[in-house]
Structures are given as structure tokens and as C-alpha cells.
């Protein structure tokens, strides 16, 4: 086994070029814990905004710091008091403390959950901050077929996983998005609107029905349109709240039961396919500031994931870096370079 792992690291707040590859030795897991190879690993806007300093009095960060939450790897080593996993297994989980943007990282056995071999890695890797904070806001609302639920950046990592859980609980769903997101919302059975003036009354002719919920994953103007449809005040869901669950899961401890919990429903929704995780950028871990930067463009659908082995980067490196968190008109077919765009490794 190797004996030393590397992880993206940051000593200062500020964008993409205060992040740097370290070179650390090797952990051992403690007793309740696994030492995870790390296959794949999500990206989430609020790692962006927290390295960023934007939230620096809300989730301070110790320097030198770790981002990644979400994590799909191999169990390379177990503690003593880890008997339900072998090595060699298969893990969705995600990282206390952060350090998941890595090769490897000690993980609590409480924060896995085995992942069944038809889940793809990517898929896996951006599961677990977006899928449960989509999960905790759905289950809120208690939904079922007598609803007609709006969900605000629809098609975002949050958002078109929200989609799928409600309607999975049998509501009717109307995704507010941009043009070029409509056809994605159709192919997983929601309703498309189109942002901008008069959204209310477009919202109203395509429910068709009562408005009974509204989940904003954006802030402006979504809880006006939600009390202009008359929403009840109990059955709105704001970005604030939206936020707030995001920092829970972010936050989530060692010995906290829902993540794993959370982690167990959404792989059988998985399984079952009444969910699907689009995956719109898949970057080698070498591209992790490139990806972060493309994301940070707000125009992304599904999840943003790097890959920590990568089957070819060479010849076909320009592929990596064609945009594919990005709509294709927004991409320069020019663009090649560079490989990494933060502090070359310390």
C-alpha cells in the first residue's frame, strides 16, 4: 500500500488559486474507523463560498484546511472494531471535518454506507451533501399526490434532486429553470418554467391546480411568488432553510446516525431508479480547480465530480477541459490549458 497520500489543500480564503496539492503520510484508521481509497469525490457551491470566506463567522476553518464532503472509494484498511466491512469493499460516504478532495482519507464506519455495484462512481462520489439535503427538505413537507409542489433551480445538484423525491411521493412538479435546462426537467417528468417577468402567472397556467408547496434553492423574489400563489407560510422552504440544512449535513458528526441514514434510502431509491444523478462534469483530480472554477459559473445541471483515477489524461486532455459543466455555447473550442490553475504541489 502506498505510504503516502495527497489531499487539495488551502492556507488562506480567496479563489481556486489558494488551492495546492500536499503530500501527507499515510493515516491509520482508528479503532471505530476505515481508511478509504477515494474513487471519486463531489464538488458542492458551498465549498466554493466557504474556501471564498464567505461564510468565515458562520464555519470558520482551521488553516491549514481540507474541503470535500462527498466521497465514493475502496476500504484499503479497517480498525479493530470495524467487522461488518472488508477490505476491498465498496463505501458511499462522506468526510468528517472535510478532506474528501484527497487520494485517501480516515473515515467514521458510522458515515459509510456500502455502495452496490450498480451505482456508478461518479455517481456515488457527489451523492451524499446534495442528495441529503435535497432528502431532509423533501420529507419536510410530507408530500403526496394531492400536491403541486415549485422547485426553484430546478435542475441544479439540489434542485433536480428534490424533483425526483417529490415526485416519487406522487406530487406534481413545476422546476423554475433556464431555457436550455427544459428538456432535461421533461425527461425526469417535471414541468418546466422560465424565470423572468410574469413567472407567477406562467407557473399558475402549468400547475394547472393549487400551488401547496415551494421549495427555493435561490433567494430574490421566490418567497413574494410563493405567497402571490398562495403558499402557506409552513409549506414554503426557503434558500435560508435550504442553507441551514446544507451546513447541518456539512457539519455532520462522527456520531450522528442521520447522514448514514439519509446515505441508505437514497441508494435504494438509486437502485430502484426512481431517482437519477446527473453527472455534468467529470474531472480527473489533477483538474480539481479547473472544475471548481467551471462550477462556479452557475450554469451547471446535476453534479459537478472529480475522478481520483482517471483512465487517460494525456493525449485527450483537452477533452477534460471541453466544458462539460457547461452548455455548449459557452464553451471556446480554443480552450486547452492549463492543467492545474491553483499553487503548484507543495
Known sequence: MNRT?????F???????????????MPAPAADEI????????????????????FAKRYPVAFPARQGSCFAGLVVKRGDAVKDLRVGDAVIGHAVGGGAHATHATVPRSQVVKKPDNIPW???GGLYLAGCTAYATVDSLDLDSSDCVVISAA????????????????????????????????SIGVVPVTYGEGIVDRIREKAGRPVTAFIDNFGGDNPKRAKELGVPKKRLRT??????????????????????QILSELVTLLTEQKVR???????????????????AEMHSRGK???????????????????GKARTLHEVPMERKTPVWTGRKEA
Not at 497520500?5 to 489543500?9: G, I, N, S, T
Not at 434558500?239 to 448514514?260: K, M
Not at 444523478?277 to 472544475?291: K, N, V
Open 5 to 9: 497520500f495527497k489531499a487539495v489543500e
Open 11 to 25: 492556507d488562506s480564503y480567496g479563489d481556486v488559486g489558494v488551492l495546492h496539492l500536499s503530500e501527507h503520510e
Open 35 to 54: 481508511l478509504v481509497e477515494i474513487v471519486a469525490a463531489g464538488l458542492n457551491h458551498i465549498e466554493n463560498f466557504i474556501r471564498q470566506g464567505d
Open 122 to 124: 461518479e455517481v456515488a
Open 155 to 186: 435542475a441544479g445538484g439540489v434542485g433536480s434532486i428534490e424533483c425526483q423525491l417529490a415526485l416519487a411521493a406522487g406530487a406534481k412538479v413545476i422546476g423554475t429553470c433556464s431555457p436550455h435546462n427544459h428538456d432535461y426537467l421533461r
Open 239 to 260: 434558500s435560508e432553510e435550504r442553507l441551514e440544512t446544507e451546513f447541518r449535513f456539512l457539519a455532520a458528526g462522527r456520531d450522528d446516525p442521520e447522514p448514514a
Open 277 to 295: 444523478i446527473l453527472i455534468s462534469g467529470f474531472y480527473p483530480f489533477e483538474y480539481i480547480a479547473q472544475a471548481f472554477d467551471d462550477m
Open 304 to 322: 459537478v465530480v472529480v475522478g481520483m483515477m482517471p483512465v487517460e489524461t494525456g493525449s485527450r486532455s483537452s477533452w477534460y477541459l471541453s
